[in-house]
């Protein structure tokens, strides 16, 4: 053989450049029903082996439904790269989804509820053949009753808000049961709790009334002062709030909202940081609820199934929604004997793989796991808040300590730049990772909340950092490059116009081509 | 051992940390939670698994408690079905990006848009409507949304309600409804079908349910669409569209509003815990406006041949008519839409037409050969029967614990002579043959 | 699409020369002689450029001079001028001279403060405009956070509309040290939409913020055979329309049972209103300092709140989001009624929500 030829690049490799030089999978992939081709079929059915049944016109579909025909492989493939275009935190750096607690789902419990052993069970089987998934209810509700210092923990509501619907159902039977249900009309909740706790309050017929935060970030005491009395039903609050600070007078709240015969509803939402470190009874809470897919590490897929837990003092007990589940030191068993519960939240007891994860989950960590957990996840925070803070433009407002999240804000680099801080999250994309602003109305203008649970390594953190550091420089430099973004997605800058505009919006597919194909 | 769950437990790697803080302890960043309220022991929890084997022994000793219901004959049904679930729809709903992803933008997770874009486009198929919602909760859930829905659209507050549904359902929908929409009953009659009722211009909506609590297709349903419209009510149809290869879609006979449950579509029991609920519409704005839930639509980006996704009428909650009862948005059931897409794609119109005749095929079956053994009679025979049917026996405790030794879990009981027994693709002839012969012996 | 532009050269010069304003020409003249430099031209230069980076086919119009093309000439621009011949330094009279100027434009963007927004109002626009914040004063909701932002939003206008606040000082008050905004109408302004393509799936859309609500949340309340007195604002004017009524947005009405029944009262007139009627009062927030009683609203007078019993005040949870912590003001000019008013007010934010704020008297909180 002849000499090597010229190479056109050589060893050693050089270092990584300091931003990963990431790119979404890009599959472009047509909407399903592009891929149809009549005739095909990606799943047999059953022969029904006995005579057929004739149904009569009216009852009988005349038309079949125009859905696509496809064979196995191609519907598999399809779903395969739409999964590729979508980032979950297997994935990620997802610190970004402030609020949501985005933590490693343990893949170990998917195990267990992939097993038939939990995957055929029926909900209406009878008690001495699910007498295992009957005792991890149990023992689940055992820990959240620790973990929360409350009496009893109820785990049929299929999210954070139900788990918050639950409780105010709770809190409006509690009233009524005491002749006060007319005159108890008014909620009491924080401008920085969650909305949903206002938004249940409403769906159950409340007003509500909203304390602001006072000069220094916290919600005004004086406010609450100036707002209980008898029309007082409850307290609604979360704690630490969305904005990462924890209120130190948490325990006047509630004697306040005592003192005027109300009820004190602990949103616990936030309780990442504060696992083992303190608990809704110690601060005198009648209620709490957990997520289970926040702080207790079932994944979000994609937004639910999530699962929530409703922890109740003493006095709330007869309410709670039904049936609930007892063990009498040999079997587990079901109590549907409850006459002042608020009845049913959701079909049977709850979203039993949730219940069983968060179970497993508890079980890998136990006391001194989770008091890791909290630490570590307020040690991230406020790491991650060192390197953001040092990046111009970026602000924490108020000054505050802060657990585990903060709400940002970009207000001076929006002024120096018009860049908004939507367009800045959409240019982090470019690198892989996301983040979420805040609710509406915002109060911290330009925010960003960004919550680093347990899960992410220093290395991850300062990734992260790096990449908003990035971010904001082009925003300075390039404005229009950043505000044009995303470059390395999926897709391309999208035109949301449409989506607002009757004549045009297409919510499914045959509607779109309704619209728009002929 | 540094947790494997936890990287920065690492001390060193703690140190360091604090240090780039500048805090001298984690400690510090505790200080605002006053001494009174620290908990100052550790919480009393079992002691944990020291290694992902033991966990695994430990939960395995805990889930072999269970017996499930393909260790049985299992004819249990009552809004959680046993349907065949394709490989496909596990392989998809387990990936990872799927599984752990929450909900960013419609760019780095456009593929989760695209894939819960087309399940409502599917569900739009079948059920031959035009806007249908990102998944809620349950079927419970989207019955409460759509009448609440209903309730909102007319200005009004009182719903006409189908008995023949479930207790739970009802005690949900008690619940949810108060106080700003009142509930009365609509009777059903010996056919197992609502009975004639009487609407007026206070009634936001009539309810029904097809196939019902006992499994019984209403016949009447363009009557009773046109009784309702005649006095500027909705009619609000609860559908499980699984049934809907084969079923006419409520919104052809003059549903305003179809809503239900789609664990049937590819999910497992899991006790309980397969459950999503879809609410559907027309497109009328006044309508849409109505939802709470999220819609997603297709929108242009800047390269011509790429589909966008987003928000439909991001603004709405501002142009609906009334504030009372507005609802919550939030995490919900999306990962069993996208999985219900998968189903639907790989079933395709012929494999819900072949289904659906299979389904009603069996049940007659199951019927008839029940109504043939003494001391059995079924309900409402005469009716269309889709998966369920009710069946009168003297004692339904004493018949359920006697087939149970059989193997065999026949039935949900209604109550202590009424049970409700399923019937899917999943029940050959010979399952049927074999509870009929069961029920046959201990009732003689 | 077609841009105008408007500078006031001299706006941002008493602020420099800490004079509290710029309006006048003494006062003016007395910031020259102070040193001070003008600031407003290179902000409107900052706008232009931000908006010709988005949009570079848009064609900017404005005046000769000081007033407009030396700003576009600055940004590398060539603006298409329109004959208008301003005075030297130039005076409201010429803004209001300009702004007629360019009537055939989409979008009118000006530079300025306060008082540069009440000339453009008295101007009487006819097309939507836009403030570049280059003033002392700046409280009024017709401007953008900044130079920047404002060249972005004229980019991205598309004809989506909304009215906005103008509010002003006294200046001569002002610079006595009795300080405080008044209403002095509305001008109509690009209604900016922040959209997230991506809603977060765990958010609960807090209740859309919108005056209709605060309104019918108010008339829900009314009771029969009770007088409301309603303050000078938009969102009170929201209340007389949410009553089928028409009533006054800068003048004080009184409406009972559903029906106004006095319209742009004066003190004496509100007075014989509601004598020996149980009278609430229905107030908005003036200005973004926070003012209820005594700037635009000096009819509802000592003697008048002697009279009432109930207070409201209507604001949404952005407006009170805004004051940062900071109480909302009485300056009745009577110190015992100040007092009397301090406290906690129920605040109207929405339909069926309301948030207790705290007010105080105007004496005890500086406002600078």
Known sequence: MG???????????????????????????????????????????????????????????????????????????????????????????????????????????????????????????????????????????????????????????????????????????????????????????????????????????????????????????????????????????????????????????????????????????????????????????????????????????????????????????????????????????????????????????GVTPNVVRAYAWIMALGAEGLRQVAETAVLNNNYLMHKVLQIPGASAPWNKDRLEQVRYSWQAL???????????????????????????????????????????????????????????????????????????????????????????????????VRKHLS | MTHPYIPNAEPAVRAEMLAAIGVESIEDFYAAIPAALRLNRPLDLPAPMASEHELVRHMRGLLARNTDTTEVLSFLGGGCYPH??????????????????????????????????????????????????????????????????????????????????????????????????????????????AAEFTVDDTVAAVYLESPNLYG??????????????????????????????????????????????????????????????????????????EFPSRLFGIAPTAVPGEYGFGDVFYDRTSFALREEGKEWVGTAASLWGITAGVYLALMGPEGMRELGETILARTRYAMDELAAVPGVSVKHAQAVHFREFAIEVADTDALLTALREHGIYAGIALDATTLLVCVTERHGKDDIDALVRAVREVQG | MRVGLVVNPVAGLGGAAGLKGSDGADVQREALARGAIARAGERATAAVRALLATRPDATVVTVPGAMGEHAVRAAGAVPELVACTPGEPSSSADTRACVRALAAVDLLLFAGGDGTARDVLDAAPGMPVLGIPAGVKVYSGCFAVGPAAAGHAAAEFAGDTTEAEVVDLDEQGYREGRVGPRLYGTLTVPAVRVRLSGRKTGSSGAAPESIEAIAREVVARMRPGVRYILGPGTTTRAVGRALGAESTLLGVDVVADGVPIGVDL???????????????????????????????????????????????????????????????LADTGDPATDARLSGFVRVVTGYRESVPYRIVPASEECCG
């Open chain 1, 3 to 349: 000499a090597v030829g010229e190479s056109f690049a050589k060893l050693p490799i050089e270092a990584k450049p300091p931003l990963r030089r990431f790119h979404q999978a890009r599959w472009d992939e047509p909407i399903i029903f592009e891929l149809s081709s009549p005739g095909r079929r990606g799943i047999g059915v059953p022969e029904a082996g006995v005579p057929a049944v004739e149904l009569p016109a009216g009852i009988r579909r005349e038309t079949p439904p125009a859905l696509p025909q496809m064979s196995q492989l191609h519907v598999l493939r399809h779903y395969m790269r739409l999964s590729q275009e979508t980032i979950g935190v297997d994935l990620g750096i997802a610190v970004g989804q402030g609020t949501c607690t985005m933590k490693y789902s343990p893949k170990i419990n998917d195990r267990f509820v992939a097993d038939a052993k939990i995957a055929e069970l029926h909900p209406a089987q009878p008690e001495d053949s699910v007498q295992g998934v009957l005792a991890i209810y149990w023992h689940l509700e055992q820990m959240l009753k620790e973990i929360s210092g409350l009496n009893r923990v109820c785990l049929q509501p299929g999210s954070g808000s139900a788990a918050i619907y639950a409780n105010i159902a709770m809190i409006r039977a509690y009233h009524a049961s005491r002749g006060e249900g007319e005159q108890r009309d008014q909620v009491i909740t924080t401008m920085f709790s969650h909305p949903s706790n206002a938004a249940c309050a409403k769906v159950a017929g409340y007003e509500v009334i909203t304390l602001m935060p006072d000069a220094d970030g916290y919600p005004d005491i004086e406010a609450l002062r100036a707002a209980v009395g008898p029309r007082t039903a409850a307290l609604m609050i979360t704690n630490p709030e969305d904005t990462g600070i924890y209120n130190p007078r948490i325990a006047e709240f509630v004697e306040l909202v005592h003192g005027a015969g109300g009820l004190a509803c602990y949103d616990q939402a936030n309780a990442n940081g504060i696992l083992g470190i303190t608990r809704a009874a110690d601060a005198g809470f009648d209620l709490c609820h957990f997520n289970l897919h926040k702080t207790f590490s079932t994944p979000h897929a994609c937004g639910g199934p999530a699962a929530g837990a409703c922890g109740v003092a003493e006095k709330l007990v007869p309410f709670m929604p039904g049936p609930t589940i007892e063990f009498d030191g040999e079997r587990y068993f079901l109590d549907t004997d409850r006459p002042q519960s608020v009845g049913k939240i959701r079909p049977y007891l």
């Open chain 2, 84 to 193: 065949h679930v394709p490989a496909v729809c596990d392989e998809v709903n387990s990936r990872g990006e799927f599984l752990t992803a929450y909900a960013g933008e419609p760019y780095e997770d456009h593929g989760r848009f695209q894939a819960l874009f087309e399940y409502v486009s599917m569900m739009g198929e079948l059920l031959e409507m035009d806007v249908v919602n990102v998944p809620t909760y349950d079927g419970f859930q989207a019955t409460g949304t759509a009448l609440r829905m209903a309730a909102r659209y007319t200005g009004r507050s009182k719903v006409l309600v189908t008995a023949a549904i479930g207790a739970d359902k009802l005690s949900k929908l008690h619940d949810f409804l108060a106080p700003d929409v009142e509930i009365v009953m609509i009777a059903i009659t010996e056919t197992g079908e």
């Open chain 2, 216 to 289: 019984v297709v209403e016949s009447r349903t363009a009557e009773i669409a046109e009784l309702a419209h005649a006095q500027g009510a909705l009619l609000v149809v609860s559908a499980d569209p699984i049934s809907l290869g084969v079923l006419a879609p409520p919104a052809t006979l003059g549903a305003d509003i179809v809503c239900g449950d789609i664990q049937s579509l590819g999910m497992h029991q899991s006790y309980g815990g397969g459950h999503a609920g879809y609410i559907a519409t027309r497109d009328e704005p006044r309508l849409v406006a």
């Open chain 3, 266 to 328: 004066s003190e004496r007139a509100l007075l014989d209103l509601v004598e020996g009627h149980e009278t609430d009062a229905v107030v908005s927030v003036i200005g973004g300092q926070g003012f209820v009683f005594g700037r635009g609203n000096q009819q509802i007078s000592p003697s008048v709140l002697a009279r009432v019993h109930g207070l409201t005040v209507l604001a949404t949870r952005t407006k009170l989001a805004a004051l940062g912590g900071r109480p909302l």
């Open chain 1, 414 to 512: 929006y002024e120096d730049t018009g860049v908004h801080s939507e367009e800045i999250g959409v240019r982090a994309s470019d690198f892989g990772v996301h983040y979420w602003t805040s609710h509406h109305p915002y109060l911290v203008p330009e925010p960003f909340t960004l919550e680093p649970t347990e899960s992410y390594s220093k290395e991850d953190l300062d990734e992260y950092a790096a990449i908003l550091a990035h971010v904001a420089d082009e925003a300075r430099s390039e404005p229009e490059f950043v505000k044009g973004a995303p470059y390395n997605q999926t897709v391309h800058k999208i035109d949301p116009t449409c989506l607002d505009d009757p004549e045009q919006w297409a919510t499914t597919w045959r509607a779109y």
